[in-house]
């Protein structure tokens, strides 16, 4: 379909301030897997936002990105959907970005059911937050996007931003906001909630829901605002600057995703998205934790009640295998037999014609033969009278003879 999903892992010493302190104490030794994977149409500027909220250049490449800071070893990944969205027909627009995401989950599912592990060495490819880039139309969303965002909402962390959100005017943005939340609750989506059961984040993250969708502003571009150098974005009637909390929710949308809930959206993945994709696996394959009596069914009886399954389907394929060749062969025994029989009935027709044949060439000679004894005789009963008119004719010549004598 010309869509699909691009990779662009960036791996070393993440320079955040701040990073959330329960990262920070789990990751000193090792480090740790956070993914974020960007949805959204050609063009609302995907690969902007992810240079700026990082700020660095992703190129498609590993690159390694260090500055001083907490010291902890963070491998990011961003994917992009590419060319999403852009076809004719998005009626199977969001398939790719469902089959990628569990993929993901079936390697590491894979991998947490070897014999020998070793999951706290595993590259965890799992996405962990999607952001999901919504045109700044400022009427309602696309049908595309209500489809999308329902298809992975199982699947996924979502959090709605708004792209390109200078493009709409204030109040227009609050009143597009408003309508994207009303449109999300009325057809099911569930986006992520910022958790408040932690009484240490409780209050930002409240306040930080009630902001939902961000609307953001992405440049690379640093303009001089003042006596500092800002990341802005520079218009005939002004600028916008991507740090003003008064122009954007860039800021909140990095506090929010990188310091006070990166844990929690890990988490989310694991304990949420990643259980239910590995327990419809696992009952898609047959294991249950309990029997038909609701009594406990340990995996070494799953196993060889599956075994025992396959076994017992394996035979009876085998047997219906068996009794389609012997069918077979009877059929092609009968056709060997039906051409066997034709060919004696056409062997028989053709040695009748034979014998007619001969009996004809027979019949035809004898009478040649009897045309030509007949012949024969008339020739010999020709000569003898030739021969006895030779005679007389003889004697009377000496007869006269004799008389002029």
């Known amino acids: 379909q010309g869509e699909g999903c691009r990779t662009v892992p960036l791996s070393g010493h993440v320079g955040f301030d701040s990073l959330p302190d329960q990262l920070v104490n789990k990751s000193v030794n090792h480090g740790f897997c956070f993914n974020i994977l960007c949805v959204g149409e050609t063009g609302l500027g995907k690969s902007t936002l992810m240079d700026t909220l990082f700020n660095t250049k992703f190129e498609g490449d590993p690159a390694s990105h260090s500055q001083p800071g907490s010291n902890v070893n963070l491998k990011l990944t961003i994917v992009s959907t590419v060319g999403f969205g852009d ?11 469902v089959e990628f995401i569990d993929a993901q989950f079936e390697a590491y599912l894979q ?53 390109k959100s200078d493009a709409i005017s204030k109040s227009e943005l609050t009143k597009f906001k408003i309508k994207i939340t009303s449109e999300l609750v009325s057809n099911g989506v569930q986006i992520y909630q910022f958790p408040t ?17 961000f609307a953001v502003i992405g440049s690379t571009e640093e303009l001089k605002i003042g006596n500092k150098m800002m990341k802005a974005r520079q218009y005939p009637w002004g600028t916008v600057q991507v740090e003003n909390e008064a122009h954007c929710d860039f800021v909140k949308l990095r506090e929010m995703l990188i310091r006070v809930n ?31 009596d609701s009594k406990p069914f340990s995996l070494q009886e799953t196993y060889e009640a599956k075994r025992n399954e396959f076994l017992g389907e394996l035979q009876k394929k085998e047997e219906a295998m068996r009794q389609m060749f012997v069918q077979r ?60 008119a030779q005679q007389a004719g003889g004697s009377q010549t000496l007869k006269r003879d004799k008389e002029r004598k």
């Not at 076809?87 to 970005?97: A, F, G, L, T, V």
């Not at 932690?198 to 969708?213: C, F, K, Q, R, Y």
């Not at 004809?360 to 008339?378: G, H, I, P, T, Y």
């Open 262 to 292: 990166m844990e929690d959206l890990r988490e989310q993945t694991h304990t949420r998205h990643y259980e239910l994709y590995r327990r419809c696996k696992l009952e898609e394959m047959g294991f249950k934790d309990t029997d038909p």
């Open 87 to 97: 076809q004719i027909n998005k009626e199977d627009s969001y398939k790719p970005i």
């Open 197 to 213: 059961d932690d009484e240490s984040v409780a209050e930002i993250n409240g306040t930080m829901n009630a902001h939902l969708p």
């Open 111 to 163: 991998e947490e059911l070897k014999i020998k592990r070793v999951l706290h060495n595993y590259h965890d490819t799992r996405i962990h937050a999607c952001l999901y880039f919504i045109a700044p139309t400022g009427h309602s969303l696309k049908s595309l996007d209500l489809v999308t965002m329902k298809k992975l909402d199982s699947k996924v962390n979502i959090i709605p931003i708004i792209a």
């Open 329 to 388: 062969v009877k059929e092609k025994e009968a056709e060997l037999k039906e051409a066997e029989k034709e060919l004696h009935e056409k062997f028989d027709r053709l040695k009748k014609l034979h014998q007619d044949e001969k009996k004809k060439l027979e019949d035809k000679k004898k009478s040649l033969d009897d045309e030509v004894n007949a012949f024969k005789q008339r020739k010999t009963a020709a000569e003898l009278l030739q021969s006895q």
